[in-house]
């Protein structure tokens, strides 16, 4: 017995074959640029390719993995990358939040302000970082300037890890909060205003409505945020690059960057590669919980 189709069924059906036929270019360029480096990658991680020597290719199965796993610089950047992750993710939420409250006021000006803002996130990460790099310069940099104007001595920003991570976070959150805080703005426009109001004439505090209505209803965007940002600070490479190229010596070296000085520097493409499969097996999860918290944003 053949299951009869209902028509709103065959009707919605009909309506997305053309979405379908049109967003097959989209996913051929997505199998060109995507899916064909990526499976490459994973299988020359299972090679000996060394640009240093001149001997052929050769399969070595899980060697490139035992190495990496077992080399002291894959985890110092790993704690590196981790230490920049929970800094700069304490540093750029609250701040984006903040602003957000302030811009959802509607207050004189807020427009502007607004311009203002998001402005840093329009800008290359290349630009940025080598314009900080200028700013940060022991003895020419603007900053050292500031702080000598009122008697504080230079700091070579750039020259220890302590300073120098310090840096890459001020950069990475300058050019990151507003993002933070355009999301959230967005979140607590969606809250319906009856709920505040309904909250002031109870005798609610300010803090008090922030932390039961205000909190609680943004918390799904700030999942969200939480982890498009680590997948960010995993991945961060060219501002850091520009900044400090992983120095002083690999003090500020985080794991991507790692996998480019494998790969680039000592030409080790397949433990480059390893790396490369290892970095997305740990983006993996958080991909999958982005992908979760975003269901409760919509």
């Known amino acids: 017995m053949i299951a009869k189709v209902s028509r709103p069924n065959l009707l919605r059906r009909k309506n997305l074959r053309p979405v379908a036929q049109l967003t097959i270019p989209t996913w051929i360029f997505l199998a060109l640029v995507v899916l064909i480096p990526f499976f490459y990658g994973v299988y020359i991680s299972f090679l000996n390719i060394n640009l240093a020597s001149f ?5 070595v199965g899980f060697d490139n993995y035992q190495t990496v796993l077992a080399a002291s610089e894959t985890w110092s950047t790993l704690r590196i990358t981790l230490i920049i992750t929970f800094i700069g993710l304490l540093t750029q939420i ?74 890459i976070i001020i950069v990475d959150s300058w050019q990151s909060i ?7 703005l967005a979140a607590l426009t969606a809250i319906s205003p009856s709920l505040y109001e309904a909250a002031r004439v109870d005798g609610a505090s300010a803090s008090q409505i922030f932390r039961r209505i205000t909190l609680p209803l943004i ?19 060219d501002t850091l690059f520009i ?27 397949s433990r480059a590669a390893a790396l490369g499969v290892i970095i997305t097996v740990i ?9 979760r918290a975003s269901r409760g944003v919509r």
């Open 243 to 269: 900044l400090t190229r992983g120095g002083p010596g690999n003090a500020t070296t985080t794991l991507g960057l790692w996998t480019y000085k494998t790969g680039f520097v000592f030409l080790e493409f």
């Open 219 to 237: 918390t799904p965007t700030l999942l969200v945020i939480t982890m498009i940002k680590i997948m960010d600070f995993l991945k961060l490479f």
């Open 55 to 59: 001997l052929p290719p050769s399969f």
């Open 178 to 184: 507003p993002f933070v805080m355009l999301l959230v």
């Open 94 to 167: 609250p701040i984006g939040i903040l602003l957000a409250l302030v811009l959802h006021e509607n207050l004189r000006g807020t427009k502007t302000f607004r311009s203002i803002l998001i402005t840093p996130m329009l800008l290359t990460p290349v630009a940025v970082g080598l314009t900080y790099r200028f700013m940060f310069d022991t003895d020419l940099g603007v900053i050292n300037w500031a702080l000598g104007s009122i008697g504080i001595e230079k700091v070579n920003w750039l020259g220890s890890q302590t300073s120098a991570l310090f840096a």
């Open 283 to 291: 983006t993996l999860p958080v991909y999958f919980l982005w992908r």
